[in-house]
């Protein structure tokens, strides 16, 4: 296809029919994915490309149709963030009621509705007893879940012990066994555009689909998840994507390290909310999405016991044996910032990385913007490559107002993810993915593409 067919403002009008039909918006970096998405429909219609794109540019219904199904990015895999599936399996064992619905939003070929069925019923969940309802824009990708053939790369976190159970071989792949097939329903759903296609689920997943989605679409599309989740119910997110739900009146619970959202139960009174505000630049993403830390409570009415016996009671005998900078993330988890502090200084002393990081996030809780940014520097002394040391200073550059500092450490970070598969962990205080941060890093703005220089 010619550059003179997907010039700049060609592609800003590709991406405004895309974003009009199902609300996705691609970052500057994915603009090349475009580029083939549109060459494959004209291909698939057995059309010139110059020729589809007209059609589409005039929003003919067909053609958004076929465009949709290449333009929409679906990676997966089976048993993604297992630490979500543990903490659903916990949630559904002992639900009351004769029914306990999920809901996988934005499902793309099906490896995430399968792996919630499986899950469940690993954990002893019986079979009538559940349903997974998994829905997508792309009728391409619900034809390829229903069909339910994977090969290695789908499988490839998935535990041997479960691939024996629920899965069988079908020729060079793997098919998933009538059990789980029978637990998961799949539907056709526009989450741009069409209200929840069920009421009162337990659990919504929507992981990796809202980083595509304009700010003003992501506000409402959650709006519409807490709205139809029962009470109690669990919202999970991509790590990236927690930031988002800022404001939304939901409780973060831990989920094994990562963050899930509660709708709160009835009777719950949150305790000391936090100021509600929209996410609405990557530098406030980075910032949460780094930390994913729970609002820090509110001081106890009782003077507290002294620190030796609160440690000796709250504190398992086998914790005894961590590390201080992982007692540290625990107690900062824990909302005991102070003593997260104090076990934080202890574990710098061993010139530990990480431990700047914590120390950075305290400093900034307090609103030493200056403190925060020092101690990051001194991370990045130990660890020139540390991304989410870099991602950190995005955020604290943003909020002291010097955006060529911020856009230097920007780009930094990018530098230190280059050469890192998507799903690798990075280094830092609160699980993050690479993958995550580059999305969190990726220049988007509300009408297209954002040129970096």
Request: charged share 25%; proline share 9%; net charge neutral.
């Amino acid at each position: 296809m010619s550059e003179a067919v997907l010039d700049d403002a060609t592609l800003v009008k590709v991406e405004e029919v895309l974003r009009a039909a199902c609300g996705l918006t691609l970052a500057h970096s994915l603009r090349r994915s475009l580029e083939t998405a549109l060459a494959r429909s004209a291909e698939s219609r057995g059309l010139e490309p110059e020729s589809f794109l007209r059609g589409l540019l005039r929003r003919d219904a067909q053609a958004v149709e076929t465009f949709i199904e290449y333009a929409v990015i679906g990676e997966t895999y089976f048993f993604r963030h297992p630490e979500h599936l543990r903490s659903l399996a916990r949630l559904a064992l002992p639900q009351a009621g004769p029914f306990f619905q999920v809901w996988s939003a934005g499902c793309a070929s099906g490896e995430e509705p399968y792996s919630i069925a499986m899950a469940l019923l690993a954990a002893g969940v019986p079979e009538g007893q559940f349903r997974v309802l998994a829905t997508d824009v792309s009728g391409r990708a619900l034809e390829r879940a229903r069909d339910g053939l994977y090969g290695p790369w789908s499988l490839r976190h998935i535990e041997p012990e479960l691939e024996r159970r629920f899965l069988e071989p079908r020729g060079e792949q793997l098919s998933v066994v009538a059990q789980v097939r029978r637990m998961v329903e799949f539907r056709r759903h526009n989450l741009a555009t069409e209200p929840p296609p069920l009421s009162a689920p337990s659990a919504i997943f929507c992981r990796n689909v809202l980083i595509y989605f304009p700010p003003e679409l992501v506000r409402r599309v959650l709006e519409h998840f807490v709205s139809v989740l029962a009470p109690g119910g669990l919202l999970f997110v991509s790590p990236a994507e927690v930031p988002l739900t800022n404001g939304l009146g939901l409780e973060a619970v831990d989920a094994e390290g990562s963050v899930a959202l509660r709708v709160p139960p009835p009777g719950w009174t949150r305790p000391a909310p936090p100021t509600p505000r929209a996410v609405r630049d990557a530098a406030t993403a980075l910032r949460a999405a780094a930390r994913a830390l729970p609002p820090r409570p509110p001081p106890p009415v009782e003077p507290p016991p002294k620190p030796v016996v609160v440690a000796q009671a709250a504190t398992p005998p086998v914790s005894a044996l961590k590390d201080p900078m992982a007692r540290a993330v625990d107690a900062a988890r824990a909302g005991q910032f102070e003593e997260a502090e104090a076990l934080a200084r202890e574990a710098a002393k061993a010139l530990v990385p990480e431990a700047y990081l914590l120390l950075a996030m305290v400093a900034e809780g307090r609103g030493e913007l200056n403190g925060a940014v020092e101690a990051v520097r001194k991370a990045l002394y130990l660890d020139p490559r540390l991304a989410l040391g870099h991602a950190t200073l995005v955020a604290l550059y943003g909020r002291m107002d010097r955006p060529e500092d911020a856009e230097r450490a920007r780009q930094n970070a990018l530098r230190a993810l280059e050469g890192l598969d998507d799903e690798q962990p990075l280094r830092g205080v609160e699980t993050m993915t690479a993958g995550g941060l580059r999305q969190a890093l990726a220049p988007r703005t509300q009408s297209g593409w954002q040129g970096v220089r």
